[in-house]
């Protein structure tokens, strides 16, 4: 590998946008050090500072302190250490600012036809490589700090764990180009290509006044999640205000929140039976975080197709939004709180192979649509699973969400299994289909679980002693581990061996004719 | 549901989805899984005898007494156990079954690997044993077949890494 001996390529200007996926090494956004631990810093010198308002005050104005106290301020002052005390500070300041800017200096990355790299660290040198054909999706977060500075981080996705490349931060439009370079580079498009497609839609800049700068700023923070020349409309689907909260409420989380608090405060009131406020009042707070996140993450929720992949967007103040890429979707399962079923609302969760560790903000969602009509489900499902949009596959998803009738195309459970699943028994069942495992699973809260057979990684059949006294038998397909079990219990037992042995020949067949790896590649 | 169909007779209600021979373990393999199986079995039956000292309460006393029975029957079923386990290299998966009370069969397609573990415990090193462990980016497959002998350890190693290499498959 040849190495450049330091970053030729990185202006120090606030960014135009260049091409940062020339294969040359590139810095990231000079605000870097502020956004990634600056502010706390910042926050902390703060706190001192207001601590010591009064003394600083009382030093200035005259009028010296109080004595007594023996507080290692009073000592500094009381022996006349000040400007060496001032020195100590002021050294330690220009330490910590000398490693914040020398950790920027260092860290740079680059992008080429192949693979893309990433090195960092002052005194523990890292160096990251990760090839672009592996890509499992690409984010891009903007937390409301980074949003102010115009900056975005960039998260390259790729399977297992921890194993994502960040780039944080990118100069916001500067993160969307390079999203595009990457993932059409990783499509397999040639780099002559990608650089005429890249030229094609160069953006305007701003004049370089700084209230050129706080205008654009502020159009970059109300823009639309999504760039509408980038996605065809017809594929857009949105979050509507009303339907959020309806669906909110009538989640069976809300109702368990509700049932909970009445509960407590029926047993704290009336029984006075104070201690179980200790035990519900955590759970309470668990429970109702995770419905305000929800509802604020969903607020700008918006999901479209783009020419490299579906791209998921979320969140109101700090936005986030995911790409992802053909061929990466590896199960999708559509499923219904009980109380949504008269508005026929559904929500749609897939399982992905990455999974990155981030708390804020870059957290990757494995909801892809929080709440949706039937119409809007079967969107999604064409951007998640564009193999399965023919009608007979259709036809089948109709009736994975139906009630369970003759003929549906599904093969269910004998009626012994009621035995076990007293209410779904008719419903559990299967349709096999060359691109896709469909499992049709729950009569109260139903779901159907869709899994690509050029996805799936095993299958295998289980029996235990219960179910072999009624004949009875499990099918587990497997894939990477995310919210969705794809299984289906209580088979016929000889319906589910000849279950097993068509999955994993389907699943050999699909594997053997998938390309999505190269997406582009015809 | 019909039972009358082509595939041959089980034993009532039980599975045998791919009929046919499976290449089977080393008898050795007994002893492994019977000296794993009688500590864990001891360990239970110690860890189960703790409400009793707890609370004194002698009826208590009964479920440790369940518990070894219990662990008494699962050693004295170790070799069927080691029986049933089997393996098969089909031309694109991999084959495994395993368990009598509780059946297991995984296939997995050669394409999915993405590695391939040899392992030995320290009794099977003495017994010249070793376990082939599959792993596919999927937690739940699972796949091991233990108790082969070290040559025909490697020797599988080497064919299923040859194998996937052949059929090689993204993500």
Known sequence: MSEPAAAPGASSAPAPVVDLADGEWHRLHPATPLLRGGFAFVAVAGFVLANLRERILGLFLGGGPGDGGGDPIDLIVRRGLIPIALLVVLVVLIVIITIFWLSWRVHTFRITDELDEVRSGILFRTNRRGRLDRIQGINVGRPLFARLFGAARLDINVAGHDANVPLAYLSGRNADALRRLILQRASGVRAAESAAAAGATALVEHDGTLGGIVTQRAREFVAPELNPQLAPPESVVTMHPGRLLGSTVLHDRTIVFVLLVVAAAVLASAAHMFFVLFGVIPVLLGVGSQIVRRFSRSLRYSIAATPDGVRVGYGLLSTNNDTIPPGRVHSVEIRQPLLWRPADWWEVRVNLASHSDRQEGGRRTSTILPVGSRAEVFRVLELVLPDMVGDGSRELVVAGLARAAAGDGYTGSPRRAAVLRWFSWRRNGFALEPEAVLLRRGAIWRSLIVVPTARMQSVSLRQGPLLRMLRLADVHVHTVSGPIRATLEDLDAVVAAEFFRDVAAAAILAAAADRSHRWRTA | ?171
């Open chain 2, 1 to 171: 549901m019909s039972e009358n169909t082509d595939v041959p007779v089980v034993p009532r209600g039980g599975l045998d989805p791919v009929p046919g021979e499976w290449r089977r373990v080393s008898p050795r393999y007994v002893w492994v899984d019977l000296v794993g199986s009688i500590i864990s079995g001891l360990v239970a039956t110690a860890a189960s005898t703790i409400p009793f000292w707890v609370t004194q309460l002698p009826w208590l006393l009964l479920i440790p007494a369940v518990v070894l029975v219990v662990a008494l029957v699962n050693a004295a079923i170790t070799p069927r156990r080691v029986r049933a386990i089997g393996y098969r290299l089909r031309d694109d998966d991999l084959l495994v079954r395993r368990g009598i009370l509780f059946q297991r069969f995984a296939a997995v397609p050669y394409g999915r690997m993405q590695l391939v573990d040899v392992n030995r415990g320290p009794l099977a090193r003495a017994l010249g044993l070793a376990e082939v462990k599959l792993v596919t980016a999927a937690a739940a497959s699972n796949v091991t077949v233990p108790g082969l002998p070290m040559a025909d350890a490697d020797e599988l190693r080497d064919r299923l890494v040859e194998l996937a290499e052949s059929r090689r498959a993204g993500l």
